[in-house]
């Protein structure tokens, strides 16, 4: 089965705070942490209002499935808030599969499809965080991505485009 990515747009709205939901990784045995979650202002910065202008991100079909499987966005922050805050021209990436796509690949064709997404609209930089016993860490590297720091006992990594 093949993928197909579209980009992120206002009206996928709903759609970003589930995939968001999803990338709020912890590890085992930890499970998805609880929706309010999503209201607390550190973590809704990355999806609220979505549709600005320096906004990024795809979502990824598979063929014969009837909902999107996965996103992986882009944003530019305020200085200061977050992680993998760089400066003013680097977005901060995110990224989630529905578990049953997870460890097949299809992340890394869909952060692929995104960084090219970000390349285009002359973006020369994008940062993440990663817990360090996130397996997603070996993907964001194969992808490009470098550990260039770390922050609150996450994994800063960057990726020049």
């Known amino acids: ?3 197909s990515f579209f980009p992120i747009l ?14 709020l990784w912890d590890p085992p045995p930890a499970g998805l942490r609880p ?7 550190p973590v809704r910065i990355y ?20 909902a999107p499987i996965g996103a992986c966005w882009m944003r530019l922050v305020p200085d200061g ?6 400066d003013e021209q680097t977005p901060q990436l995110g990224i989630a599969l529905l578990p049953a ?13 995104a960084l090219d997404a970000a390349r285009q609209r002359g973006i020369e930089q ?7 016993q996130n397996p997603a860490a070996g993907m964001y590297s194969s992808c490009g991505f470098v550990q260039t720091d770390i922050r609150n006992s996450y994994l800063l990594m960057q990726v020049k485009l």
């Not at 994008?126 to 360090?132: D, E, G, I, R, W």
């Open 35 to 41: 929706l309010e979650t999503l209201q607390l202002p």
């Open 1 to 3: 089965m093949s993928l």
């Open 126 to 132: 994008v940062s993440l965080t990663v817990h360090p």
């Open 81 to 86: 808030m977050r992680l993998a805050y760089i």
């Open 101 to 113: 796509y997870q460890h097949k690949g299809h992340g890394k064709a869909m952060m692929l499809a």
């Open 47 to 66: 999806a609220e209002n979505w549709g600005r202008a320096s906004d990024i991100g795809v979502i990824a079909n598979m063929e014969g499935e009837d």
């Open 10 to 23: 206002p009206e996928h709205q709903d759609l970003l705070w589930n995939f968001l939901h999803i990338a």
